[in-house]
């Protein structure tokens, strides 16, 4: 399986800090993508970063992709409580893609 | 903007009862998916399809069926519910898997309690 796992599974801290999540993951992918839900929502696109590149940039979101590795990074910068949400890494191979359990982030005012 | 819409957003059915959740999206995809979501568990695939009338097994395809009779409809079915498959469903759609860029749109869920 080359499921993606996230660490930690839960993350909490105050508004103004950054925030930091990871994703682990098994065999060789295309592009892998980091969404956002909100409690009991769907889960929306936040950012998809290719197996060529390195670093990708949206807003106060930056993620770092890390093949060899197998690994990406997701930063939050100057969180707000608005950002309070589980994140989810999907890993996106040839013909599947999948998710993993996700990080719950907490932001307190 | 693409809409991924569930026909229900929650249901309550009774133990045995058929129950039918319908998924339509608006963007021509070819692919569509049926996840549920349990705590600690994550997404988990129940059924996808990547084209009218073709289905694959997911992770956890058993007590469930699909139906995808137009491109734009995609339907799970619970032929017979039971209360092992309260949760939280949620459908989604994308472009070909392997297409460089195809984002998956989600659905809102649908939270079905089977009791």
């Known amino acids: 399986s080359q499921q993606g796992e996230e660490d930690p599974q839960a993350l909490s801290i105050q508004e103004g800090e950054n925030a930091t999540m990871n994703c682990s993951y098994k065999?060789?992918?295309?592009?892998l993508q980091w969404y956002r839900q909100n409690s009991g929502r769907g889960l929306v696109h936040l950012i998809l970063i290719r197996s060529n590149e390195r670093e990708k940039h949206s807003g106060r979101l930056r993620v770092t992709l890390d093949t060899s590795k197998k690994s990406s990074s997701l930063l939050i910068t100057a969180s707000r409580a608005a950002d309070t949400a589980s994140y989810f890494c999907a890993t996106v191979g040839y013909s599947t893609l999948t998710f993993g359990k996700g990080t719950m982030l907490l932001v307190s005012p | 903007d693409v809409k991924v819409t569930q026909s229900s957003r929650y249901l309550v059915k009774r133990t045995g009862e058929k129950v039918f959740l319908e998924c339509v999206q608006d963007m021509d995809h070819e692919n569509m998916f049926w996840y549920r979501q349990d705590p600690g568990l994550g997404l988990r695939l129940i059924y996808f399809s990547y084209d009218v009338k073709m289905k694959e097994k997911g992770d956890i395809p058993e007590g469930y069926s699909v139906s995808r009779e137009k491109k734009e409809r995609f339907s799970l079915i619970l032929e017979s519910a039971s209360t092992n498959q309260t949760s939280m469903y949620l459908c989604a759609s994308s472009f070909r898997i392997g297409r460089s860029g195809n984002t998956i749109y989600f659905g809102e869920g649908s939270w079905l309690t089977v009791v």
């Open positions: 065999t060789s992918i295309n592009n």
